[in-house]
């Protein structure tokens, strides 16, 4: 799914459970009228779409990188898989290296990579003075519970992000 299909669906989403919600009352006779009020719902709907753009990024490229790569490489090609018993955590595999995403709480998504041994590795930033081992996606509730994703307080550019991490992964996981 492209990003303009993807936010046309996300721009008409909440007038439909407008409409159901109100379907629903006048069928239990509940009656919620600050629920719009409460980040809390909408914060897991960002950060589970949010996670699910990212793995459909992802997808996108390390399929292009497996084909350049050719069908005689099989032992070279990434892999990607969903974390069992999460909601859309999922890992990029390759060489024994792990590279992993993490939607940690509603509002946090951490970045790693892992090692065959069991090492956190950090990720090479070219910011300075950062020493961390995962790297935290956190989401910024803004007015109107306008919600964007930040990382050190810079709001995330998907493109970009997809493109550091996957480089480090496939330098990284290079034999």
Do not use: C
């Amino acid at each position: 799914m492209n990003e303009l299909t993807y936010s046309q669906e996300n721009t008409t989403r909440w007038i439909e459970e407008l409409a159901l919600d109100e379907l629903n009352m006048d069928e239990s006779g509940v009656i919620n009228f600050n629920e719009h009020l409460n980040p809390s719902h909408f914060l897991e709907e960002s950060s589970i779409e949010f996670m699910n753009l990212l793995r459909d990024k992802f997808e996108f490229y390390v399929s292009r990188f497996n084909e350049y790569r050719g069908p005689n490489q099989s032992e070279s090609q990434i892999k990607i898989f969903k974390i069992s018993n999460t909601v859309n955590d999922f890992m990029l595999y390759r060489n024994s290296l792990r590279l992993i995403f993490n939607r940690r709480t509603n509002d946090l998504i951490s970045i790693g990579f892992l090692s065959s041994n069991g090492e956190l590795l950090p990720a090479r930033l070219n910011i300075h003075n950062v020493q961390q081992t995962t790297h935290e996606i956190k989401a910024h509730i803004g007015p109107f519970n306008n919600i964007s994703w930040r990382f050190h307080g810079e709001i995330v550019n998907l493109d970009a992000l997809v493109k550091h991490y996957l480089s480090e992964f496939i330098r990284n996981s290079a034999r």
